[in-house]
């Protein structure tokens, strides 16, 4: 039988840890809110880019995506392999959030004929990384996962860079992104986006309303400005994918932390009723045995001896 210290000292380790998971609830929350509000400030900054490749592609005039590649010059390398950058968590408390991502990049790497002789694989998180590695895929490079928006930018330029490298030294022709993306802050769903090579013909054939009246010109080469805006459109795609799936990994770390919470509490309260049941117990106890000791010395009274004696 547990004793009354020792319950007292669960519920005093359970309170400590139940005010740590209720400030890890507030920094989950918060920061949900600040990648959700990222993507949104993103989405403006890409409907410009999209709006400039728009222009500079009428002016051009593609017939096809195959030239848009040669103009594009050295943004695609045109090669046989393929890049997978996988966007999970360092830490944990997350649920089946690296699970779900690892699993689905799996599924559609091997679907596509990829397997991890010819396909090359970024992580973006060690319990994503660890997972890949499970599913016998070889991780070439690992990313630390950015715990702040003013982290996504240099995370970002480091992929860039392994991009770069691998279209030089491996032929690179395509990269794919795998991340998880929430609906509402609520459902957790799996996306997979091509950001090489990119589908130039889609801005070209656009028929968009122009803001204004002014017809866009511009004054630089129209090869240098359309690389400056692809290399724009990747670095978009590249941090749209980040905070999605930071946003992702704090709702789901919200939904962990909300569940502890309610175990907690749960335990809280039958710990809370088997102190009072134990507290109660020892009072009943110590009030029998008083009443036993009231009860025995009264037997023991000089009244009671002299009418034994009698």
Not at 80 to 87: E, I, Q, Y
Not at 160 to 175: F, N, P, S, V, W
Not at 208 to 213: A, D, E, I, L, Y
Not at 280 to 304: K, Y
Request: charged share 25%; with cysteine.
């Amino acid at each position: 039988m547990k004793t009354l210290e020792g319950i007292h000292r669960k519920i005093e380790n359970a309170e400590k840890l139940l005010a740590t998971v209720k400030t890890m609830k507030t920094l989950a929350a918060a920061n949900v809110k600040q990648y959700e509000k990222a993507v949104e400030a993103l989405e403006h900054f890409n409907r410009t880019v999209e709006m400039g490749l728009e222009a500079v592609l009428k002016d051009i005039g593609f017939p096809d995506q195959a030239a848009a590649q040669v103009v594009a010059g050295q943004i695609f390398g045109g090669g046989p392999s393929v890049l997978a950058v996988v966007f999970g968590s360092d830490h944990g408390f997350v649920g089946r959030f690296n699970d779900e991502i690892t699993s689905f990049a799996s599924k559609v790497l091997r679907e596509a004929g990829q397997d991890a002789r010819h396909c090359h694989v970024i992580s973006v998180g060690e319990q994503a990384a660890s997972r890949l590695a499970f599913n016998d895929w070889f991780v070439e490079k690992r990313f630390s996962v950015p715990n702040s928006i003013a982290g996504i930018d240099q995370l970002i330029r480091e992929i860039l860079y392994e991009i770069e490298a691998l279209r030089t030294e491996k032929e690179l022709g395509q990269a794919w992104l795998f991340y998880n993306k929430t609906v509402l802050g609520a459902r957790m769903f799996q996306e997979m986006e091509m950001i090489i090579p990119i589908d130039l013909t889609k801005y070209r054939d656009r028929r968009s309303v122009w803001p204004n009246r002014r017809i866009p010109v511009y004054t630089i080469d129209k090869g240098h400005l359309l690389s400056a805006l692809i290399q724009q459109e990747i670095y978009i795609s590249l941090y749209r994918g980040v905070a999605f799936s930071l946003a992702a990994e704090n709702s789901a770390r919200l939904a962990t932390m909300q569940a502890a919470s309610r175990n907690i509490e749960e335990l809280l309260d039958e710990s809370w009723a088997e102190y009072r049941q134990q507290r109660q117990g020892m009072i009943t106890n110590e009030i029998l045995d008083i009443a036993a000791g009231a009860t025995a010395l009264e037997e023991q009274s000089p009244n009671s001896v002299i009418g034994k004696n009698g």
